[in-house]
């Protein structure tokens, strides 16, 4: 019994680290929509269908890992234009960013009218 224990505390514990995780603020998830649309944008294309770098569309990024989308948002990839993005993110951030584009990315919020 004291064993069973000794193994699934640490587990408990862990998982319950992960669920406690603060998820992004609205006012930071469109802080971070406006960047990915802006400044990706100038390399993936506006609509992030492509330009210089490849389609960030849901369905382009089909077999594509959102941890292996993550590091390389946080951690660029050497060797190509894809710089690392970990001086304006955290790697929660980098991480929510690549779950909404494996689903398919937001669109700017719109501008309330004059």
Known sequence: MWTRTAVLLPLILACAGVAAQPSQSPARQQELVRMVRQDCGSCHG??????????LTSA???????????????HGRPGTPMPPWRDFLTE?????IAEQLSVGFPPLPSRPLP
């Open 92 to 96: 929660a951030e980098a991480q929510w």
């Open 60 to 74: 382009a990024l089909v077999n594509q890992s959102v941890q292996s989308m993550a590091a390389t948002i946080f």
């Open 46 to 55: 506006m609509h992030l269908t492509g330009g210089l770098g490849p389609p």
